[in-house]
Nanobody, 121 residues
Framework: QGQLVESGGGSVQAGGSLRLSCTAS????????MAWFRQAPGKEREGVAR???????TLHDSVKGRFTISRDNAKNTVYLQMNSLKPEDTAMYYC???????????????WGQGTQVTVSS
């Protein structure tokens, strides 16, 4: 099945940047769709970005122009570079994997433990 471990979260001021990492073990990240989701308190989990096995990136409209998703095959790691952070980006960020990309949260069977991102104004 494999395992996902996220890191890189923290607290920043609005306008700042963070880079989240998701390292996969037990499988090859480049062979699957790797996705980032986030969940703020009291809200549903929502998709942020995903990268397919073919390397096609998809970003949620709310983060386009600010976030980028990339993959380092040698490190079996997917990154989420977050720039121009806003207070509304505050959430727990989760990495997930499945065979094919989809926007459906419930379709992802493998999840990391999450990393907290807090953006202050």
């Amino acid at each position: 099945q494999g395992q996902l471990v996220e890191s890189g979260g923290g607290s920043v001021q609005a306008g700042g940047s963070l880079r989240l990492s998701c390292t996969a073990s037990g499988f090859t990240a480049s062979s699957r769709c790797m996705a980032w989701f986030r969940q703020a308190p009291g809200k549903e989990r929502e998709g942020v970005a995903r990268i397919s096995a073919a390397g096609i990136n998809t970003l949620h409209d709310s983060v386009k122009g600010r976030f980028t998703i990339s993959r380092d095959n040698a490190k079996n790691t997917v990154y989420l570079q977050m720039n121009s952070l806003k207070p509304e980006d505050t959430a727990m960020y989760y990495c997930a994997a499945r065979s094919l990309c989809t926007s459906s949260v419930s379709a992802y069977g493998l999840w990391g433990q999450g990393t907290q991102v807090t953006v202050s104004s």
